[in-house]
């Protein structure tokens, strides 16, 4: 009778777990044409090798990375350390690798599993804050967004993963910090779960002092017991964290400390594409204040302007806002807390680093916020419908306005590849090339590092920012190929001293390779393989 009791009591979250899981099958189907980000690739490329045996390791590799590795001293056999990828998302790919089948389908599982626990969490909430109906909307719209089913669902980014585990502490604290009857030992839980918030991505650090801090802030009796737990219990999982990492690679994380920070201040684009290390005195210069503000005040204003355009929720905007404004009791102090907890990253994320990725890939360091935004926005329109008929009708304008916006997404989603040979990413004739004709223990250095190392198995490192690096590279690693696409995925508009070489036309262009090193093997119709001289 128990097993039974809960099937009922959630038999409505099951059939939204089921549901939209059902739906990302149909879109991986319909929209999926191989690994296009170098997350998927990475991602699934580290699964494998712990599915493999061979732990939290990586065969791709950014110049800065190697650089930090060349200053450690370390050695990278047939994989390396991982410098920027976070290790709760990679165990999370690899049971899902094991499930799904160690390829593409069994790698993108993993966020289908993520995007289906979101929308049976974003009811559960709903229907504790609001009314059942309003929960059961938002679930479904999360259910059916096409930013998710066509975007992140496909793209292998840790983010919905992220936002599943972020968004139950979010909603666990703040039970917690709202009852007093909560002892030290619920607070202890919750500091294992900021653990692996942090383990499923390590900017997750920028709340903590949000959260440390809560507990005084409402003035509870056991304020500092509550506190002190809840650090304690984070600090069991990140301390042996920082002595692995400082293990593995020399330092401390200086992928999403140093790197972030050294963006638009140190160098002005992809710090990791530098064969340099970094480190705090670099940053004590007379200038860099000055240039931490217009950073700050230019990242600050570029996620201001996208807002509008993210996670295609654009209509519900105004009517959450509204919503979290308008809302009374315990739903309004819970507005408060994820208000705070979004101006607070938007403020620190300022000075570290913001993308606009488009419309299906965009405000992905935000995403964890948009299960928020649905909820308040349909319970502000469900509640402002009880009260007139014309709200009433304008829920219902509201729904065509969201429907008519999601069906142009939908339609806009290429069915097929783009790539010159149309083909996914994986039967490209490039990584075929290198897989079938290279050494197995080669080193390619490319722009699709990523890609080459899960499709063809080869150790990868991204070209540098800078050309002139090339040459203290090839001294220091044994790197025998050079691989540049020109395909879309490879993002070969990042690299403008690069994109020089190529347009001087082929003699211009072998002549500038030569000079680098390497002397043209094979042309494709999207990319170029060289190889080293000797």
């Known amino acids: 009778m128990s097993r039974l009791h809960f ?65 450690a001293g370390k050695v990278i056999d047939s994989t390396g350390p991982v410098f920027e990828r976070f290790p709760l998302y990679a165990v999370w790919s690899a049971i899902w690798l094991a499930v799904g089948g160690r390829g593409d389908f069994g790698m993108a599982l993993g966020n289908g599993v993520a995007h289906a626990l979101g929308a049976a969490l974003t009811y559960t909430l709903g ?11 938002a679930a ?8 998710l089913l066509g975007g992140f669902d496909l793209y292998g980014y840790a983010d919905l993963l992220f936002g599943v585990a972020f968004g139950l502490l979010i909603i666990a604290y703040w039970a917690a910090l709202n009852d007093e009857r909560s002892g030290t030992m619920r607070f202890v839980w919750l500091g294992f779960g900021a653990g692996a918030c942090f383990l499923a991505r390590y900017s997750f650090l920028m709340w903590m002092p949000v959260f440390a801090l809560a507990p005084l802030a409402l003035h509870r009796r056991d304020a500092r017991r509550a506190a002190g737990a809840f650090l304690a219990a984070f600090a069991t999982v990140w301390l042996p964290w920082v002595v692995f990492e400082t293990w593995q690679i020399g330092r401390y994380s200086p ?12 160098v002005w684009s992809l710090p990791w594409m530098e064969y340099r290390t970094f480190s705090i005195l670099d940053f004590l210069t007379p200038d860099m204040p000055m240039l931490f503000i217009r950073k700050a005040w230019y990242l600050f204003n570029n ?9 295609a929720l654009s209509c519900l905007f105004p009517f959450a806002a509204a919503g979290m404004a308008t809302s009374t009791g315990a739903s309004a102090a819970f507005a408060g807390w994820v208000g705070l907890l979004f101006f607070w990253q938007w403020v620190l994320m300022s000075f570290l680093r913001y993308e606009s990725l488009g419309g299906f890939l965009g405000g992905r360091y935000y995403l964890w916020f948009a299960p928020f935004t649905v909820l308040f926005a349909v319970d502000f329109l469900e509640r402002k419908a009880a009260t007139s008929r014309g709200w009433r009708a304008g829920r219902w304008i509201v729904g065509l306005l969201v429907a008519q916006l999601w069906l142009l997404a939908y339609l806009s989603l290429p069915r097929e590849t783009d790539h010159a040979s149309k083909q996914p990413v994986g039967r490209w004739p490039e990584l075929e090339y290198v897989r079938d004709v290279t050494p197995t223990d080669s080193w390619v250095m490319t722009n699709m590092p990523a890609q080459m190392a899960w499709y063809t198995g080869r150790r990868t490192v991204n070209i540098p920012n800078d050309p002139r690096d090339v040459a ?12 540049i696409s020109q395909h879309r995925v490879a ?8 994109q020089a070489i190529l347009k001087g036309g082929p003699e211009a262009r072998d002549q500038g390779l030569r000079t680098l090193g390497f002397e043209i093997e094979q042309t494709f119709q999207e990319a170029l393989l060289f190889k080293r001289k000797r």
Not at 12 to 38: C, D, I, K, P, Q
Request: glycine letters at 6%; aromatic letters at 20%; a negative charge.
């Open 491 to 498: 993002e070969l508009f990042n690299y403008p001293a690069w």
């Open 303 to 311: 996620f201001l302007r996208d807002i509008p355009t993210l996670w």
């Open 472 to 483: 203290p590279m090839l001294n220091d690693w044994p790197i025998e190929y050079l691989l």
């Open 127 to 137: 229907r504790r804050l609001f009314s059942r109906n309003a929960a059961l909307s």
């Open 255 to 266: 992928a999403f400390g140093l790197w972030n920070t050294a963006e638009g201040t140190l």
């Open 140 to 147: 479904v719209l999360w259910a059916l967004d096409p930013v």
């Open 7 to 71: 099937l009922r009591k959630y038999e409505v979250e099951a059939a939204l777990f089921a549901g939209t899981l059902v739906l990302f099958v149909l879109s991986y189907l319909l929209y999926f044409h191989g690994g296009e980000s170098f997350e998927f690739c990475q991602y699934a490329e580290i699964a494998s090798n712990i599915l493999s045996g061979r732990g939290f390791s990586t065969r791709t590799f950014y110049p800065s990375g190697l650089a930090y590795l060349r200053a």
